[in-house]
């Protein structure tokens, strides 16, 4: 489980490294497999927000089976499906926990050199830090009306 977050930067070739504490929730063959790095955009702000997803080889082949029953019938689900996988690409992990991001999609999610990476429990999350600290405060400013949601009794 991925969970916490962690200032990181991007280095000049484009890599990040997968933090200490988030390489213990990967097994040896999805570390040996890699990781698939999918382009999101978070529109509950108000404002679209693009970041980087990125998913261990198990949590990447879960979420695109239940996205794909759900698709059997549902056309908006199948189109959902076709543009998560067309702004996906896996990549590897090498020895040093580094992660080679593609260009196309540092330049979607405005990556720069510093940024945040945050534990998202199944996946790893990527923000520009800037963005992260946008979504941070709104985060700050909603989180009771989720608790009042969540935690409501029936």
Same mark, same amino acid.
């Given at each position: ?12 070739? #484009?890599?990040?490294?997968?933090? *200490?504490?988030?390489? &213990? *929730?990967?097994? !040896? =063959? ?15 702000? $108000?404002? !679209?927000? *693009? %970041?980087?997803?990125? %998913? +261990? ?5 879960? &979420?695109? =089976?239940?996205? $794909?029953?759900?698709? =059997?019938?549902? =056309? #908006? ?5 076709? #543009? ?10 090498? +020895?040093? /926990?580094?992660?080679?991001? +593609? ?23 990527? /923000?520009?830090?800037?963005? /992260?600290?946008?979504?941070?405060? /709104?985060?700050?400013?909603?989180? *009771? ?5 969540? %935690?409501?009794?029936?």
């Amino acid at each position: 489980m991925f969970v916490g977050q962690h200032h990181h930067t991007l280095d000049a070739k #484009k890599r990040i490294v997968i933090p *200490s504490k988030f390489r &213990l *929730s990967f097994t !040896p =063959e999805e570390r040996e497999e890699g990781i698939y790095v999918n382009l999101t955009t978070a529109k509950h702000t $108000g404002t !679209p927000l *693009s %970041y980087l997803n990125l %998913y +261990p080889p198990t949590a990447w082949t879960t &979420l695109l =089976e239940r996205i $794909g029953k759900i698709a =059997e019938s549902s =056309e #908006k689900a199948a189109w959902y499906l076709r #543009k998560l996988a067309s702004d996906t690409e896996f990549c590897r992990i090498d +020895p040093q /926990w580094r992660v080679l991001i +593609p260009a196309r999609l540092i330049k979607g999610s405005e990556l720069k050199r510093d940024i945040m990476i945050v534990g998202g429990n199944d996946h790893i999350e990527i /923000w520009n830090i800037e963005k /992260w600290q946008q979504i941070g405060q /709104w985060l700050d400013e909603h989180t *009771s009306e989720f608790e009042k949601d969540i %935690y409501r009794t029936p």
